[in-house]
């Protein structure tokens, strides 16, 4: 199975600063269609999950555009450029390139 | 819109079944795949199951296999989880949440907890 790894797991964050986490797949996301299906959820506390991102960099209807994905392979990253209130809660990323589909352990993004 | 409401949650005991729906609306149901992901209490995400958009193809997690089984009727709009022997380590919410190059949208998920 491919283990996602995130860094790091909890990020105190000043309002209106930039916040960046890390996901490290354990072998290469890049599935036999050329695609690589690896997303960002956002769940805030007591909610859903909420996709953000998906194909590594592609914001899903409706997330602001200070929420950003890049990456490639193996390596991959969610940036939010401005933090604000409302984007506290825990941020996972997840591959749905080779079953079983698998999660990040999750980070945890609060106000300092 | 896109509606996900899964129902059929509940308290059981160790070794026994329970199933769980996921009505659908908004969107042809019959068109995409649909996953089942759980989490534990204070936990993380976690995969489930998956099944292609005509049930042709299923996919499960290690955890799960050969106890919990996923289909689906398209002509009801309905996703489900027949969950069996079932374990204490099996609590959690469950999301139902449809794919699209992602799980892009996902229901509100029902408590399933599993004690004596």
């Known amino acids: 199975d491919i283990v996602m790894t995130q860094t790091p797991l909890s990020s105190p964050v000043t309002l209106g600063q930039p916040a960046s986490i890390s996901c490290r797949s354990s072998?290469?996301?890049?599935?036999?269609?050329?695609?690589?299906?690896l997303s960002w959820l956002q769940q805030r506390p007591g909610q859903p999950p909420r996709l953000l991102i998906y194909?590594?960099?592609n914001r899903f209807s409706g997330v602001p555009d200070r929420f950003s994905g890049s990456g490639a392979g193996t390596d991959f990253t969610l940036k939010i450029s401005r933090v604000e209130a409302e984007d506290v809660g825990v941020y996972y990323c997840m591959q749905g390139t080779q079953l079983p589909h698998t999660f990040g352990q999750g980070t945890k993004v609060e106000i300092k | 819109q896109v509606q996900l409401v899964e129902s059929g949650g509940g308290v059981v005991q160790p070794g026994r079944s329970l199933r769980l729906s996921c009505a659908a609306s908004g969107f042809t149901f019959s068109n995409y795949g649909m996953h089942w992901v759980r989490q534990a209490p204070g936990k993380g995400l976690e995969w489930v199951a998956f099944m292609s958009y005509d049930g042709s193809h299923k996919y499960y997690a290690h955890s799960v296999k050969g106890r919990f089984t996923i289909s689906r009727d398209n002509s009801k709009n309905t996703l489900y989880l027949q969950m069996n022997s079932l374990r204490a380590e099996d609590t959690a919410v469950y999301y139902c949440a449809k794919e699209q190059d992602g799980p892009d949208y996902w229901g509100q998920g029902t408590l399933v907890t599993v004690s004596s």
């Open positions: 072998q290469s996301l890049v599935h036999s269609d050329g695609n690589t299906y």
């Open positions: 194909k590594i960099s």
